[in-house]
């Protein structure tokens, strides 16, 4: 018996749920502060509080990677925890009345990425260049969503990448992008020309830009899909893990939510430390850091590269998902499944 949602399920349906001796194992896991902590506390544990709370108690200059997805500037329920939209300018003050504490946990080069969608994106620009080095804003496309008959399609959002001071890390081999290659341009001798041949055809390395569309949004079939409403791609993540941290770094979310960013780290050999005020989202993440020891896998992510979406072919006439490349599950074009 599931203590979430009992509503009925397609059959091919991959969603997480938490069964009842499951919420009862994993809730054992959970950290609960009740004074200052010290960093080695902290690490690859997930504190069960609300994070405006344990703010005070947390340590000085433990975290190399700060993760922020607090919730934008819109009315949502989380699980009957529900914030209200209000004016820019009220959200901008909200933000500013816990980010600048927040910024005395980071050390002197880390780097902090802050997602906002279009409604909160102008006031986290605003509070963010008051505190750190504002550096780039990624928009990535969020193909979900509901059309509009008097508005454009809400399909966007932005991720702010900052960091404390002009001294930061950042590996951009770590996170080329391997695209299909439209103009397969040669050289006099007909040989590939900043490109190679391969049994996918031709493929070529391209540097990250601020523009991500090679994301899908966790959704009903995909493995790493909970009931949490704003729950981000684990492929997002690996992309700001992998440019902004080095192995055995330390990430930090404190709206940590159903744990992708958790997860993501653990599935690249880096430390994380996560807040969340729910319990149930916690126990969920839990669930798949224990599925994580298991399977490493990230979804659009093998051989050291990024693909884009729907960019490896099925093979022959086999099931789609008994077909993958090294991890990654495969999908003809049109299909939206992984890639």
Known sequence: MSTQCSRLRAPRNRTLTLSVAERSRFQGRLLTLTGPADAIDLEDRVVNQDFFRVLKWLPDHFVDLLFLDPPYNLTKSFNGNVFRERSTADYATWLESWLPQLLRTLKPEASVYLCADWRSSTAVHLVAERHLQVHNRITWEREKGR???????????????????????????????????????????????????????????????????????????????????????????????????????????????????AVVAKKLGRRYFGIECDTTYCCLTEKRLDLADRDSTIQGYSGGVFWERNSVPPVGRRRKTDVRHRGCELFGPGEDEGQ
């Open 147 to 261: 059309g509009a008959k008097n508005n454009w399609k809400n399909c966007s959002e932005d991720v702010w990448f900052c960091s404390v001071s002009k001294d930061y890390y950042f590996n951009v081999e770590a996170v080329k992008l391997r695209r299909r290659v439209i103009a397969p341009y040669k050289d006099k001798a007909g040989n590939p020309k900043d490109w190679q041949r391969t049994d996918l055809g031709g493929l070529r390395l391209t540097h990250p830009a601020n523009v991500w569309n090679d994301l899908t949004v966790p959704f009903w079939s995909m493995p790493e899909n909970t009931d949490h409403p704003t729950q981000k791609p684990e492929k997002l993540l690996a992309k700001i893990v992998l440019a902004s941290t080095r192995p055995g770094d330390m990430l930090f979310d404190p709206f940590l939510g159903s744990g992708t960013a």
